[in-house]
């Protein structure tokens, strides 16, 4: 069973701060990777995908993929506390059409 | 605007009482999803459908039927829920498996 691991947290951290997190996975084939916010009670929301190894920005967020060491992370610069949330990571299963979920980090931003 | 709907939003049954979530995307992806969420269990997919008239079973199948007669719908069936079932769940819709945009959820309780 492929597997995806993230800490679940939960993660605090100032306002203005930058977020950090990680997440790691076990299929060493996996070629694209995502991230989705979720607030509570509602759905998830994608934010973020990379393909390829080294960073990719987006406004606040940047992802950071590591193939090599099988990590990809999500980093939230000048954090804010819209930005509290559940943050999940998730790879796709390019065997069994389907992406698998880690379990989340829940990310506080505290004002 | 682009999205996935989901109804109804919030559902309280009866155990062996049949029901029907439905599930449309206005976005003429081909592949759909439908995943539950539980506490410490996290996103745990039940059947995706990769066009129409095929679709496959996920990680936790039991108990859930599909269909796929038009590209647009996705209807999740329960012929005799049970308490086990209840649950957050979610319709996703995607290119393949790549990007996938969730809808707003159903929260379903069995009594």
């Known amino acids: 069973q492929k597997e995806v691991e993230q800490n679940s947290g939960p993660l605090s951290v100032p306002e203005g701060a930058i977020a950090s997190l990680n997440c790691t996975y076990s299929d060493r084939g996996s070629q694209s990777f995502f991230w989705y916010r979720q607030y509570s009670g509602k759905s998830p929301e994608l934010i973020m995908f990379i393909y390829s190894n080294g960073d990719k920005e987006d406004g606040r967020f940047t992802a950071q993929l590591n193939k090599a060491s099988q990590y990809v992370s999500l980093l939230i610069r000048d954090s804010q506390p819209s930005d509290s949330a559940t943050y999940l990571c998730?790879?796709?299963?390019?065997?069994?059409?389907?992406?698998?979920f880690g379990q989340g980090t829940r990310l506080t931003i505290n004002p | 605007e682009a999205q996935v709907t989901q109804n109804p939003r919030y559902l309280i049954t009866v155990t062996g009482k049949k029901l029907t979530v439905t599930c449309s995307q206005n976005?003429?992806?081909?592949?759909m999803s439908w995943y539950r969420q539980d506490p410490g269990l996290g996103l745990r997919q039940i059947y995706y459908?990769?066009?129409?008239?095929?679709?496959d079973k996920g990680d936790v199948p039991e108990g859930y039927k599909v269909s796929r007669k038009e590209k647009r719908n996705f209807p999740l069936i329960l012929e005799s829920p049970s308490p086990n079932q209840t649950s957050l769940y979610f319709c996703?819709?995607?290119?393949?498996?790549?990007?996938?945009?969730f809808g707003p959820g159903t929260r379903l309780t069995v009594t």
């Open positions: 998730a790879v796709r299963d390019e065997g069994a059409q389907k992406l698998v």
């Open positions: 976005m003429n992806h081909e592949y």
């Open positions: 459908s990769m066009n129409v008239e095929v679709t």
């Open positions: 996703a819709s995607g290119v393949l498996t790549y990007e996938q945009y």
